[in-house]
């Protein structure tokens, strides 16, 4: 099992490949987007947080890459609770149930 978020904008997949080395204990992921014009599904990131690897250190891994996605202009959703993370108060929110 796994705690699991997406970050969908308009994002350089290789250029964040490079840089998500930097947040473990995270899985991320690149999910490329589909189709063109108006119908375009927008490139993604899968995060993931394994059950094993939950705790203050994937809150502190993923607090940043939030705000690494935030400074892309990604959106974020929490995938478990199916919201948006928009602001420090859903961070809190999503660090509690990550085990923060």
Do not use: C, Q
Request: hydrophobic fraction near 45%.
């Amino acid at each position: 099992m796994s705690y699991n978020l997406m970050a969908e904008g308009d994002l350089d997949l290789f250029d964040l490949a490079e840089k998500t080395f930097d947040f473990a204990p995270l899985e991320v992921f690149p999910i490329p987007g589909e189709g063109s014009g108006a119908a375009r599904v927008p490139d993604a990131l899968g995060i993931a947080v394994a059950t094993s690897r939950r705790g203050p250190d994937a809150v502190d891994a993923l607090h940043a890459l939030i705000e690494l996605m935030w400074s892309k202009g990604a959106s974020v959703y929490d995938l478990y609770t199916g919201t948006r993370i928009a602001n420090e108060t859903d961070i809190a929110a999503m660090a509690t149930r990550v085990g923060g």
